[in-house]
């Protein structure tokens, strides 16, 4: 089974930029789709970004409230998924999960978090004003 472990958390300030990384051990990630979930205090876990994997590779999918701003990658090799976040606001603050579908999985944008399987344990995120 693979691990998920998410890093690159911190206090910013808005209009900032910070790269969270998921680093997976265990197991390589490479044909998982993957996500990237937040939840703030006293809310549920939203979904933010997800990619999914297709004949051409792969691709992306963003929720509206960071379309534009954040970016999902991932690096085969270090096998590490990324989350690029820019021009941060206050009400990105949340603690950042990311997520990997490991059991069967077609062409889709998976944005529940009841299609993942795997988690990891979060990383704290505050953008201050």
């Known amino acids: 089974q693979v691990q998920l472990v998410e890093s690159g958390g911190g206090l910013v300030q808005a209009g900032g930029s910070l790269r969270l990384s998921c680093a997976a051990s265990?197991?390589?990630?490479?044909?998982?789709?993957m996500g990237w979930f937040r939840q703030a205090p006293g809310k549920e876990r939203e979904f933010v970004a997800a990619m999914k994997i297709t004949w051409s590779g792969g691709s992306t999918y963003y929720a509206d409230s960071v379309k534009g701003r954040f970016t999902i990658s991932r690096d085969n090799a270090k096998n590490t998924v990324y989350l690029q976040m820019n021009s941060l606001k206050p009400e990105d603050t949340a603690v950042y999960y990311c997520a990997a579908r490991t059991y069967s999985s077609g062409s889709y944008y998976y944005t529940s978090d009841r299609e993942y399987d795997v988690w990891g344990q979060g990383t704290q995120v505050t953008v201050s004003s």
């Open positions: 265990g197991r390589t990630f490479s044909n998982y789709p």
